[in-house]
């Protein structure tokens, strides 16, 4: 990612491009609820058509419809700030609100829970009742549901959570570039190929007290994991010496340990370090599914630039299609 440089002044706003391509990888949800509405209304209006015109019952069933689906199988999901995806339901809570008001866990939920004890109704009920009273009576202010502007809406809230969330930065940006290869290839095929939904969870993996700090779990007919991604990162602030050899043994402590407790599993290890050589490279890429490097200092990590993401997307769509097949060869050392 090149800087913007006036007057040998830095102006980038790197985090605003990791935000709107986060962002962008909402629109496959967006176009899930629009379906959703088409099916259970019968009719054929855009998502922003409907919303602005259909009357509160059918608004209703629209929004019930999204919440009961029978199966978690190729949904696609939504996320916070730092990429972690949101169980369905509050998926869907998190959605509508943000369509047609602000702060829905710190203003609005404390009122529906009151709701729901006064009147002793389920919380979904109640989520999906005043989602309905709050669309039928504020469109008219909000006016548009595009995509656009639903887009707008959901960078806002994804730039709130990440300031509400310290201390993941290498993570958020490795979480972002996954969510983005996934929902490329989920937008473009409308399920996950060989596999029937995707998890991806907010903690590490530990494997024989080795971290693999983001991954995702693939599902397969049942529901169940038929194995995972791991994506173990690692970064090096200096170069040479004896933190050379430490930082390459750290990575191959890593690697040995997924291969030997968790062969299903895909392997995509991330580097970031100023000056790693060719050949260590070459070494790596033999032995592990896919590898990303950079050739920053960690306090220049901020976005998977734009080759990087391409051959991740490439690496998760051959997954997805089936074409790949897990590397087993394995080297000691580097």
């Known amino acids: 990612m090149e800087l913007l440089i006036i007057a040998g002044v830095d102006i980038s706003h790197i985090r605003l491009v990791d935000l709107t391509r986060l962002a962008d990888q909402a629109k496959p949800f967006y176009e899930w609820v629009g379906t959703k509405f088409q099916e259970t209304l019968l009719i054929d209006d855009s ?23 029978n199966t978690k199988l190729d949904l696609p999901f939504l996320f916070d700030g730092i990429g972690r995806t949101y169980p369905h339901s509050k998926a869907c809570y998190y959605f509508f609100s943000w369509v047609i008001r602000d702060a829905p866990q710190q203003r609005l939920a404390p009122l529906i829970q009151r709701i729901s004890k006064n009147a002793t109704k389920p919380r979904i009920e109640v989520e999906i009742e005043v989602l309905t009273a709050l669309i039928i ?11 656009e502007t639903v887009r707008e809406v959901i960078i806002d809230r994804l730039e709130g959570s990440r300031r509400s969330i310290k201390g ?35 903690n590490q993996v530990i494997i024989e007290n080795e971290s693999y700090d983001v991954s995702a779990n693939l599902l397969d007919a049942s529901g169940t994991i038929a194995c995972r991604i791991l994506m173990p990162i690692k970064t090096r ?13 750290d990575i191959l402590s890593a690697i040995n340990a997924a291969k030997k407790n968790s062969p299903r599993d895909y392997l995509i290890v991330v580097i970031v370090a100023k000056n790693w050589s060719r050949r260590e490279t070459e070494n790596l890429a033999s032995i592990v599914d896919h ?3 950079f050739d920053l200092s960690p306090s220049e990590f901020s976005i998977f630039d734009t080759d990087a993401q391409i051959g991740l997307n490439s690496f998760i769509a051959n997954v997805f299609d089936g074409k790949t097949s897990k590397n087993t060869n394995e080297k000691e050392q580097l």
């Not at 993570?171 to 290839?185: D, H, K, M, R």
């Open 47 to 69: 998502l922003e058509q409907i919303i602005r015109s259909a009357d509160a019952q059918e608004i209703r069933l629209g929004i019930e419809a999204c919440y009961q689906v």
């Open 137 to 147: 009576e504020y469109r008219k202010n909000v006016k548009t549901f595009s995509w």
């Open 168 to 202: 993941h930065e290498k993570e958020t940006v490795v979480c972002t570039a996954l969510i983005v290869a996934i929902q490329s290839y989920y937008e473009n095929n409308k399920s996950y190929g060989v596999f029937s939904g995707v998890e991806i969870p907010n």
């Open 237 to 249: 602030e200096t170069e040479g010496g004896g933190h050379s050899h430490l930082f390459t043994r």
């Open 291 to 293: 590898l990303s490097i």
